[in-house]
């Protein structure tokens, strides 16, 4: 894989940093329901990262 | 709060308080500047002797007493005594500059590292962002360095610097998510009380085997030292430095050592905790120890990665393996597992 859409996840990455850090920080005061959207998020920011990432370590094809 | 003196026969007093005052004390003395200066030479003769065990070598043995344990002190006054040459061309306000606010940035997240309950320079709330905001510099001052340089082998070295920091740093603060989840806070202080029945490296071992990995590669220890591989880069960033430039560019380097050592204490090994016995400041100090012998250790043993293996390690493992932790972190506290040990 070329290196460009590493710099490109990185930044992605580095912003969600700054929001799911506070998240952490209120994880244990802040309601159940409320946390459960931010673990929906990590597995939609996740999901598709990880098989681009098969994808790309199967196919040199980025 | 110490008054100025108003008259003469002040001067003196004032400036025992000052000398005695706690502000003075950790500042300049403990976990200050003569704390970290005294550790960082500790660490360069202690790295020289561990390598050279584990070499089924002698190491330092002729300056000074037992081992050669003024041998760091031997290679300052030599380093001093060198002609600093600058490369022809080179930037001289950048290339005279750098090194120096390397230093600077490898001692300020001291200020917030707590080495005992009131061993503390200051007591942040937002303590960890601090030192990943100052940590983070790191890479692009070496770049502004490997560029004032004005020679293609720093450059080079430079600019795998910065690379390297796109595949560690993301898997480091994920990692780093998880205890700020267990402790519910970003203050090193409140991270450390946390862990005060139970070390945070047992809920989240996951979290702290990805932190370690992530530390050598931001501190460029093998087998992450691209920066720096001698047989391609000659000595990556820095090869045109030379004299005290070197000798102020090794002190910065040691000096990150012992944070990222200090840093992981503080996350994971429970900080200043142990048996009564011993102070704090001292559990804290062996613990860190520790933690640098584990990261000075693979330096003899280990060969060095290529350049994009070490990116797809980044993304390819150590990021799942820190949002997998993130995850189990979210189910322990959810379920109550943790609540006996107050977490």
Redesign the interface.
């Given at each position: 894989m070329q290196y460009y859409p590493y710099l490109l996840m990185f930044v992605v990455f580095d912003v969600v940093g700054m929001f799911i850090f506070a998240w952490g920080m209120s994880f244990s005061i802040i309601p159940t329901s409320d946390s459960l959207m931010v673990v929906l998020f990590l597995v939609l920011l996740g999901a598709p990262l990880g098989y681009a990432l098969r994808m790309a370590l199967n196919r040199e094809n980025w | 709060m110490v008054n100025l003196p108003t008259t003469p026969a002040d001067i003196i007093p004032f400036i025992i308080a000052v000398v005695t005052s706690h502000t003075f004390i950790t500042l300049v003395i403990f976990p200050g500047l003569i704390h970290l200066t005294v550790v960082v030479m500790f660490l360069t003769w202690y790295e020289r002797k561990l390598l050279a065990r584990i070499q089924l070598r002698i190491g330092p043995l002729y300056a000074g007493g037992p081992g050669g344990i003024l041998q760091p002190i031997a290679d300052g006054v030599k380093l001093i005594f060198k002609e600093v040459m600058i490369p022809y061309k080179a930037d001289k306000p950048l290339f005279l500059g750098i090194p120096l606010s390397l230093v600077f940035l490898g001692a300020l997240p001291f200020a917030v590292i707590p080495f005992g309950q009131h061993w503390v320079i200051a007591n942040l709330d937002v303590g960890l962002?601090f030192i990943f905001a100052v940590t983070s510099l790191f890479p692009s001052m070496i770049l502004i360095f490997a560029w004032a340089s004005n020679s293609k082998y720093p450059f080079l070295g430079g600019l795998r610097s910065l690379?390297q920091q796109?595949?560690y740093?993301?898997p480091m603060?994920?990692s780093a998510?998880?205890v700020?989840?267990l402790a519910?806070?970003?203050n090193l202080v409140q991270i450390v009380n946390a862990q005060q029945k139970i070390w945070f490296i047992v809920p989240a071992f996951i979290s702290f085997v990805v932190f370690f990995i992530a530390s050598m590669a931001e501190l460029e220890r093998l087998p992450f030292d691209l920066p720096e591989a001698e047989p391609e880069l000659v000595a990556g960033w820095f090869t045109e430095s030379s004299g005290a430039i070197f000798m102020v560019i090794f002190l910065a380097l040691y000096m990150k050592l012992y944070l990222m050592s200090s840093l992981i204490t503080v996350l994971f090994l429970g900080g200043w905790w142990g048996p009564a016995f011993l102070p704090q400041p001292i559990w804290f100090i062996l613990k860190a120890l520790v933690v640098a012998t584990f990261i000075i250790i693979p330096r003899g043993v280990y060969a060095r990665l290529r350049v994009d293996l070490l990116?797809?390690i980044g993304?390819?493992r150590l990021?799942?393996l820190a949002?997998a932790n993130?995850?189990i972190t979210?189910v322990l506290?959810?379920t109550g597992i943790l609540s006996a040990w107050g977490l």
């Open positions: - | 962002v690379f796109v595949a740093e993301i603060w994920i998510l998880s700020v989840m519910g806070s970003l990116i797809k993304w390819t990021l799942i949002l993130v995850f979210v506290l959810s």
